[in-house]
């Protein structure tokens, strides 16, 4: 089967680094991607990798360790908007299905 | 251009009803997913349409779920016989995996609730 596994919730101060885990063990791979998720909203992409490394945009970045089955998302001096659920996902080999984490409640607070 | 677009955005029956759910992918999006997220839960994904191809339906949990997509754009997902288990928000999303980098653009979702 697959299995993406993030934390469930998590608190940080405005101002400051978070960084949110993800470790997959899906039986293909071709990308790994987060997304945003407001309360009560769709979600919104924020990042895709699919080689090793660090991709940076803005506030946000995101790495993937491809041998390790691992990716965290970064955000940078953290504002209250950012209180969110982030979700991480895997596609598979086929460009066919998303597979996705529980998500990761951030609470960002003053 | 318009997002993908789903209606109703909230509906509210009683078990043993049934429901359809409709979903209007973006224009020329021929990949459509539909998901399902229970309340403080991930996605659930139920079904998957590609083109002409065969749909993907590995995820759907029973068979009083089904789904079609006509004329490759829009789709419905009917629920027979709803029980109270089905209450969540259904999402339904898009993307035309011709590039790596595609990702899903998501609907709003459908609300459902099941007394």
């Known amino acids: 089967g697959q299995n993406i596994d993030q934390p469930t919730e998590m608190t940080a101060t405005e101002g400051a680094i978070v960084q949110i885990n993800c470790t997959y063990q899906?039986?293909?791979?071709?990308?790994l991607f987060w997304y945003q998720q407001h309360a009560g909203e769709a979600p919104t992409f924020l990042s895709y990798?699919?080689?090793?490394g660090l991709e940076e945009k803005g506030r946000f970045s995101s790495f993937l360790s491809r041998s390790k089955g691992y990716s965290y998302l970064l955000l940078k001096e953290l504002q209250m908007k950012d209180s969110a659920s982030y979700l991480c996902?895997?596609?598979?080999?086929?460009?066919?299905?998303?597979?996705f984490g529980s998500g990761t409640k951030l609470n960002v607070k003053p | 251009g318009a997002g993908v677009s789903q209606s109703p955005s909230n509906k509210v029956t009683e078990k043993g009803k049934d429901v359809e759910l409709r979903c209007d992918p973006i224009s020329g999006h021929t990949a459509l997913y539909w998901y399902r997220q229970s309340l403080g839960q991930g996605l659930e994904f139920l079904i998957y349409f590609q083109g002409n191809s065969a749909p993907d339906k590995s995820g759907l949990p029973s068979d009083r779920f089904s789904a079609e997509r006509t004329g490759g754009s829009v789709s419905t997902l009917t629920i027979q016989r709803t029980q109270q288990e089905d209450s969540a928000v259904y999402l339904c999303?898009?993307?035309?995996?011709?590039?790596?980098?595609?990702?899903?653009?998501f609907g709003p979702g459908t609300r459902l609730l099941v007394l």
């Open positions: 996902a895997v596609r598979d080999d086929n460009f066919n299905k998303f597979y």
């Open positions: 999303a898009s993307s035309t995996p011709s590039t790596a980098r595609e990702t899903q653009y």
């Open positions: 990798n699919v080689l090793d």
């Open positions: 899906t039986s293909g791979f071709n990308g």
